[in-house]
């Protein structure tokens, strides 16, 4: 399998499992964070392989897609801005 391939398993993945986390997303963010995975579970499936040398593409990708691709995005937190708010009078304070 190649990193684009997994890439785009994920963003299936998450389109279906995950469409609310995956809405809040740009495009582009989703893409990213695709590739990460892809790159990472890349990793994890030559790594077992190295450890269990018989072990095919398709037997690696099952026991390793669970580490990285088939979690939910990760959806950046808003930022909350400090400026925006009233400033408290004496009463509020109390």
Known sequence: ???A???QITLDHWRREY????RKL?????LRQARGCATLTLMEMKALKL???GMTDYEAWTE??????MNPPQVPK???DFEEDEE?????ER
Not at 19 to 22: D, F, N, R, S
Not at 26 to 30: C, D, K, P, Q, V
Request: with cysteine; glycine share 0%.
């Open 19 to 22: 469409p609310k986390e995956y």
């Open 1 to 3: 399998m190649t990193e």
């Open 51 to 53: 450890v269990h040398p």
């Open 64 to 69: 390793s897609r669970h580490l990285f691709c």
């Open 26 to 30: 740009s495009r582009e963010e989703a």
């Open 5 to 7: 391939e997994i890439a």
């Open 88 to 92: 408290l009078t004496e009463e509020q």
């Open 78 to 80: 808003p930022t909350y």
